[in-house]
């Protein structure tokens, strides 16, 4: 070989060692690199999940105290319902006892009668008997038939009134929950 090969030769040589050096730095640069990235998104990686417990431990939080609220005020409302189903019990017993007596003749309704006015010319004697618990007043006593229609009335008007009551409390205790 002639020198001028030889030195060609060399040059060839020595251009792929130069080569071979570059792509086996890329080839670590690269290693390296993808080391970084992977250390770097296994880091955000641990961070969102980091992040993502904390939201989901805070909305069962608030979960769980919703549904701690929910059942108080289910229970709540569940004891006032209690209470008013007793209430109307017990009205709807006190009228029945007093629509008995008064078909038994056990009680009379009776009215006053306003001693003032003249135009009614009522012909009720304007002191008691002697079984009257009313001193000095005028009353006149109900037909039994009319007393139990306007006891009747009274018995709606109360159970209107528990319900109304009832109503009232329910939507209390919804208010009070927001």
Same mark, same amino acid.
């Given at each position: 070989?002639?020198? =001028? @090969? ?6 060839? $040589?020595?251009?792929? !060692?130069? /080569?071979?050096? &570059?792509?086996?730095?890329? %080839? =670590? @640069? ?6 970084? $990235?992977?250390?770097? !998104?296994? /880091?955000?990686? &641990?961070?969102?999940?980091? %992040? ?22 289910? %229970? ?103």
């Amino acid at each position: 070989m002639t020198p =001028v @090969q030889r030195i060609a030769g060399l040059a060839v $040589l020595v251009l792929l !060692l130069m /080569a071979s050096a &570059a792509g086996v730095t890329w %080839q =670590v @640069q690269d290693w390296r690199l993808g080391k970084q $990235l992977f250390e770097r !998104l296994s /880091a955000q990686s &641990a961070a969102h999940q980091g %992040q993502l417990d904390a939201i989901t431990n805070e909305a069962w939080r608030q979960q769980k105290a919703e549904q701690d609220k929910r059942l108080a005020i289910e %229970q709540q409302i569940a004891v006032q319902d209690q209470q008013h189903t007793q209430e109307l019990s017990d009205a709807q017993r006190n009228q029945a006892s007093l629509r008995d007596r008064l078909a038994t003749a056990d009680v009379r309704l009776s009215v006053l009668l306003d001693g003032t006015d003249t135009a009614s010319r009522c012909d009720v004697p304007a002191a008691p008997g002697a079984a009257g618990a009313v001193h000095a007043a005028r009353r006149a006593q109900l037909d039994p038939a009319h007393a139990q229609r306007i006891i009747a009335i009274t018995d709606e008007g109360d159970n209107g009134l528990i319900a109304l009551r009832a109503c009232q409390d329910y939507v209390r205790a919804i208010n009070h929950s927001h």
